[in-house]
């Protein structure tokens, strides 16, 4: 049965208290308060007892899947285990009650955490600075692409495209296009990977930048990314990095190193902050000396009195978010990089490598693997062999929900047909692998013997098959 609001569940007249109003006499809030500050009309509130209040809200977080009840394998979102220690320290007095309008002399500790995390985030992606501001990786993007026009109008010629794969996640060209670029779309090879042909064809004097992630959104690590810097740097474009992948190569190798100018992070994917239903998240720029000027204010600036807000930057881009970014996500991910320190970055990548190889292996029997050779921390099934039989990547997804795990990315990227995209994060254990692994091959066996059990998942869950088209034209939150 699915569980009731709690305004459907509400009985006139029931409290989920007892306190002993009337023996507060003088203190009771009628009577302390004002008249005219109490309210005429009674709020439209549920009338609950405390223990049907505790059971629904418990009932209603055991119906969600997150990061702590199991395996959760959506390729590009990196949904990694969320260590609880990168909590107990985002909840210490001193982090939590620190206030934005404080005098920064009284906020140096978490000035410190700002301007070391900026100097580890420097490190790990080879840039010369970083801006801690935007909450979001879309939002990094759109930054990233302000401080490219900032570049291109500083050097004389504004310039009008901006270079983006067939491959790409959506944010990329939203936010180019909301930087006031237009969008020039170059394809994959047969390989998955940039086809320097066309690229060649593409970038010219016009072009700002390209847009790129390496690993790509297939999981394959862009070989030719030298060749590829020199043909955008030539034409004097930008390099752009889609950093929603950096979980491959932490220690490994640097954006900073391969000839990026701009890169962003997702640090709520790469460094296990939490995510899902729309943040709180944090999407950091780093960039490249040449970009220095153009940052967003103010920076952090530490001199002989300690650490400040420098605003004093002319041809700055300007504030993009209220104070100094999303503070206490920021706190997550510093912790978690200074327990795990370099050795550990490293082996968080080699790890979610070795994983996401080891079940693609598991899956290639039973399944259409289009990019054949290893693959970085993700790869691609295809389900289009099944779509004679109407079955779509799509079923396999929701089929998956009543075998106890979450369905991976589906439909993307889009140059894959009946795309399912999966993560393996380096948080998942041998054991996990193999019983996704297992649930697959039980589904694919499904597939031939009994299909309806597919069209028809997910059968074993709070819900069955929403609408999901629906769900997101017609959003309906208010209950009435
Ligand atoms: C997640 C993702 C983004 C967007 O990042 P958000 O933090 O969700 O705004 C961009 N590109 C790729 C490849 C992604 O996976």
Redo the contacts with the bound molecule.
């Keep these: 049965m699915p569980e009731k609001t709690i305004f459907e569940k509400s009985v006139e007249g029931r409290r989920g208290q007892s306190f002993p109003i009337e023996q507060l006499g003088d203190f009771s809030p009628e009577q302390a308060l004002p008249k005219a500050c109490l309210r005429e009309m009674p709020l439209d509130l549920p009338e609950v007892s405390e223990n049907e209040l505790m059971r629904h809200y418990t009932r209603l977080s055991q119906e969600s899947y997150g990061v702590d009840n199991g395996f959760y394998p959506l ?4 949904m990694k285990y969320n260590p609880k220690i990168n909590e107990d320290v985002a909840r210490f007095p001193g982090f939590s009650q620190v206030h934005p309008m404080q005098e920064v002399q009284s906020a140096q500790g978490a000035l410190t955490v700002l301007y070391e995390l900026e100097q580890m985030l420097c490190e790990i992606s080879g840039m010369a600075a970083i801006s801690l501001q935007p909450v ?6 759109m930054v990233g692409m302000m401080m490219a026009r900032a570049y291109h109008e500083s050097q004389g010629h504004a310039r009008q495209v901006v270079v983006i794969p067939d491959s ?5 060209p939203a936010s180019a296009h909301l930087a006031g670029y237009t969008i020039k779309t170059v394809h994959s090879n047969a390989e998955g990977l940039i086809d320097l042909d066309d690229l060649a064809k593409i970038v010219d004097r016009d072009t700002a930048a390209l847009m790129l ?1 390496n690993p790509n ?1 297939l999981g394959l690590f862009e070989t030719q990314i030298e060749a590829i810097a020199e043909i955008v740097h030539a034409a004097g474009a930008l390099l752009y990095f ?4 950096l979980n491959a190569l932490l220690g490994l190798t640097r954006p900073g190193d391969m000839g990026f100018d701009i890169v ?1 992070f ?1 640090i ?2 790469t460094f296990s902050t939490p ?1 899902g239903g729309g943040g709180p ?1 944090a ?1 950091p720029v780093g960039i490249g000396a040449n970009l220095l000027p153009f940052l967003p204010s103010p920076v952090i600036k530490k001199d002989q009195d300690g650490f400040s807000f420098d605003h004093d930057l002319p041809q700055s881009i300007g504030r993009v978010h209220g104070f100094y970014g999303n503070f206490g996500i920021l706190l997550r991910a510093y912790t978690y990089i200074r327990r795990l320190g370099a050795a550990g970055l490293a082996a968080i990548s080699r790890n979610t490598i070795i994983n996401a190889n080891y079940l693609k292996k598991r899956l290639e029997e039973d399944y259409n693997i289009p990019m054949s050779g290893p693959c970085m921390h993700e790869f691609i099934l295809s389900a289009l062999a099944f779509r004679k039989k109407g079955i779509h990547a799509w079923d396999i997804a929701k089929r998956l929900i009543d075998y106890g795990f979450y369905p991976p990315t589906v439909n993307f990227p889009l140059i894959i047909e009946e795309a399912l995209m999966i993560e393996a994060p380096e948080s998942e254990a041998r054991e996990t692998l193999d019983a996704f692994a297992e649930a697959m091959k039980q589904i694919r066996h499904e597939i031939d013997a009994e299909p309806e059990k597919l069209k028809s998942a997910p059968c074993s869950g709070p819900a069955g098959r929403m609408n999901e088209v629906q769900a997101a034209r017609q959003l309906d939150v208010k209950y009435e």
């Design positions: 390729g590009s979102c990196t979001a990786g879309a939002q990094g993007e790409a996640h959506g944010t990329n992630t959104t889609d950093g929603a992948n962003h997702n709520h994917k995510h998240g999407g």
